[in-house]
């Protein structure tokens, strides 16, 4: 087996479909054993036909699943070299004025907390093995700036970003990389309603057109990016948040500019 992560062992969360399965997937191409962790029993599918794939049931944002999900990586591999905190939820589009404090727990509780509690998990082991490692974090656009979700999920993307930074300075000097990546629209189950009513509309072509890129993107470009930070090609990057939106986030939302070559006159 080549690749660039043989010998390696990752834990993969929200890894039962979108983003989460194709890096789970493209990790363990790639050479690594992976444990594909999610709400979902969809996870187990992630893990069909993927011999270095196991699949395992919990809750991203609760503490002792999290802590035990780290546990039964170090059992069945002596220790983690990656970690990817990907599982998350949308919340929908609800306002400011829609949206209740508990609403905003539930969000923040697996976005935001569930990303602390792989960071401390996973660091933890990395530490008691005494081996460097790679932690990415999924946050978005949205945590850049407003517009791209509801409040509680753009506040709760901004502090994963935000984690990230805390968590690479916290870890100074242990090996641990501690990144996130940033997607702009990308189809999956959380964007499914939307390309799907784009479709049903005969309106997909207008799907990314914000972007200089012109589509959306798909989760497999995604997962191309956090493998890179998860890899030693990306030795040198730590605690930062690497945007992966088609140029989505370059601008400020008036007009979209006119194609070069086309004159305005
Ligand atoms: N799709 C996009 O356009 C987009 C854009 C920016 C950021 N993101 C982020 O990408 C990440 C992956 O989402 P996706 O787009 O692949 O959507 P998705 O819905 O296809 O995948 C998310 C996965 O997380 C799982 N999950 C949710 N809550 C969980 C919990 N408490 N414990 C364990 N698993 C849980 C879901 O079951 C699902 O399998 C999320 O953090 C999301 O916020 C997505």
């Given at each position: 087996?080549?690749?660039?992560f ?20 493209l ?43 780290m ?6 591999w ?67 700036r ?14 994963v ?20 990546v ?19 509309k005969g309106?997909?072509?207008l ?31 730590n ?27």
């Open positions: 087996m080549t690749g660039r043989v010998g390696r062992s990752a834990v993969v969360t929200g890894a039962a479909s979108g983003i989460g399965r194709a890096t789970a997937r990790l363990a191409d790639e050479g690594a054993h992976v444990l594909a962790f999610d709400l979902s029993d969809g996870v187990v599918e992630t893990a069909e036909g993927h011999e270095s794939i196991i699949a395992r049931r919990g809750d991203a944002g609760n503490d002792d699943d999290v802590c035990a999900l546990a039964a990586a170090v059992r069945q002596g220790g983690i070299d990656i970690v990817v905190a990907n599982a998350g939820i949308s919340g929908g589009l609800a306002g400011l004025f829609e949206q209740t404090a508990d609403d905003w727990m539930k969000i923040l509780q697996v976005n935001l907390i569930g990303s602390f509690l792989a960071i401390k998990y996973g660091a933890q082991a990395m530490l008691d093995a005494g081996t460097a490692g790679a932690i990415i974090c999924t946050a978005s656009v949205a945590g850049l407003a517009g791209a979700g509801g409040p509680a999920y753009s506040a709760s993307k901004a502090g970003i935000n984690l990230v930074q805390s968590a690479a300075q916290q870890l100074t000097g242990t090996g641990i990389r501690v990144n996130a940033c997607p702009g629209l990308v189809e999956t189950g959380m964007t499914q309603g939307l390309y799907d009513a784009a479709r049903a309106r997909e072509t799907i990314g057109q914000l972007n200089p890129t012109q589509r959306g993107g798909e989760p497999q470009e995604l997962a191309q990016a956090i493998a890179f930070l998860a890899s030693s090609q990306a030795s040198y990057i605690g930062h948040a690497l945007v992966v939106d088609g140029g989505l986030s370059t601008s400020h939302p008036f007009a979209a500019p006119r194609k070069v070559g086309v004159s305005t006159f």
